[in-house]
């Protein structure tokens, strides 16, 4: 049992999911003083009434309405997985149990002739419509067949037409009143929750080709890499380099360069469908396509599929050695990486890249990953270290 504590109102979750993070203290706060309102003014409720009452009026109010209460209180401050199914029911509930019982009380009271308590009737509007956790639809509903209960109670007990007009036309007022006020403030939380979700998509995507940017790219990889080692799955990092991309700008000009980078960006988003796949741009004419739990031959087709659709979209490149076509090369690591760092990664990848267009171009090439290719990646650090090291000598001894 996990106790809940409200957390940073993330637009990666869904509204339902953000308004009840946003909601949580308050609706935590309403439930805890309702509850402690209810057990302190249980004794003062029952004096109203004759005390032939007071065990009919206790043994309804504990079971019906206290204990439900409690429970829903209980559901939001801990999450326990079946109250957290089922918590908008359970607070539709109370609300409805707490708002019939008393229009029942309140006609109890007109016929022993007591003093009305129709007064804590908009109290439990209130909390009903604000302070439980329910939308503008549920509190809507709920509300109605309240009101409808109170209309059936007050004709039924027969009080003074100007009594049940007066009271009616207030508590009317008072539920538009509220529900309004709900409906508002779920309209304004909306907007603040697509205009925050616009801002983080504008600070995560490349602004010409929609796909993630390099930001964007190193969260992503902090939870695939975690979910890597958790699973033991491997995953595949391909990079994808436009060939003879300058060419084409300079041929064409920029927008037909643009033109050509958006449309691999849509091959690649396409091709990227499933939750961990992920497509970025990685700067430039360089894209990097990540795929989750794959095996060589599901990569080499994919290569295979994109290379082939790029082909399809009638991009020209006057440099290009396959019939004028736009061409790309792949290069790629596979494996479970999930203990390498990004850049490790990365540079395996590049490796690839390198290698695949000494190949040629419109190729690919995939390297399965072992432990040999890290000590790759540390000799080479070692060797550049110690050649920017003799570099750095020689400078001295010129000097």
């Known amino acids: 049992m996990k106790k809940l504590i409200k957390s940073t109102a993330d637009t990666s979750l869904s509204f339902e999911e953000y308004e009840f993070q946003f909601r949580l203290p308050v609706v935590q706060m309403g439930l805890l003083c309702c509850s402690i309102i209810y057990i302190a003014g249980l004794p003062i409720y029952l004096s109203l009434f004759p005390e032939e009452l007071h065990g009919v009026i206790f043994w309804t109010e504990l079971p019906v309405v206290m204990l439900p209460l409690w429970l829903l209180t209980f559901s939001y401050f801990y999450e326990v ?234 991009i020209n490149n006057p440099m290009s050695e396959f019939n004028g076509h736009q061409t790309i090369t792949i290069g790629g690591i596979l494996g479970k990486l999930g203990h390498l760092t990004d850049r490790e990664i990365i540079n395996l990848a590049d490796l690839a890249l390198y290698e695949a267009k000494q190949e040629g171009r419109n190729t690919h090439l995939i390297h399965t990953y072992n432990t040999s290719d890290r000590n790759k990646l540390n000799n080479a650090k070692t060797e550049n270290n110690l050649a920017d090291s003799t570099s750095s000598a020689s400078e001295s001894n010129c000097r």
């Open 81 to 314: 997985p079946l109250l957290s199914e089922v918590r908008s029911w359970l607070a539709a509930y109370v609300y409805l149990a707490a708002g019939i019982c008393h229009a029942v009380f309140n006609t109890l009271n007109h016929k022993y002739g007591t003093p009305m308590v129709g007064d804590i009737l908009p109290m439990i509007f209130l909390f009903g419509c604000l302070f439980c956790g329910l939308n503008t639809k549920q509190a809507g509903i709920t509300s109605g067949i309240i009101f409808l209960s109170i209309v059936s109670a007050t004709l039924w007990a027969d009080y003074a037409w100007p009594i049940v007009v007066n009271q009616f036309a207030q508590w009317l007022f008072f539920i538009a009143v509220i529900l309004f006020t709900n409906y508002q403030s779920q309209i304004m939380l909306r907007k603040v929750y697509d205009y925050q979700k616009e801002l983080k998509n504008k600070s995560s995507t490349d602004s010409l080709t929609g796909l993630l940017n390099r930001s964007a790219l190193d969260e992503h990889f902090a939870v695939l890499r975690r979910q890597s080692v958790r699973e033991n799955k491997a995953f595949c990092l391909l990079i994808i380099d436009l060939d003879y991309f300058k060419e084409l700008n300079d041929g064409h000009g920029h927008l037909e360069g643009d033109q050509a980078l958006v449309t691999i960006a849509n091959i690649l988003q396409s091709s990227a469908r499933r939750p961990l796949d992920c497509a970025c741009r990685w700067g430039g004419d360089e894209f990097i396509i990540i795929f989750y739990d794959v095996v060589y031959e599901d990569i080499s087709e994919m290569c295979r599929l994109i290379k082939e659709r790029l082909q399809y979209s009638a």
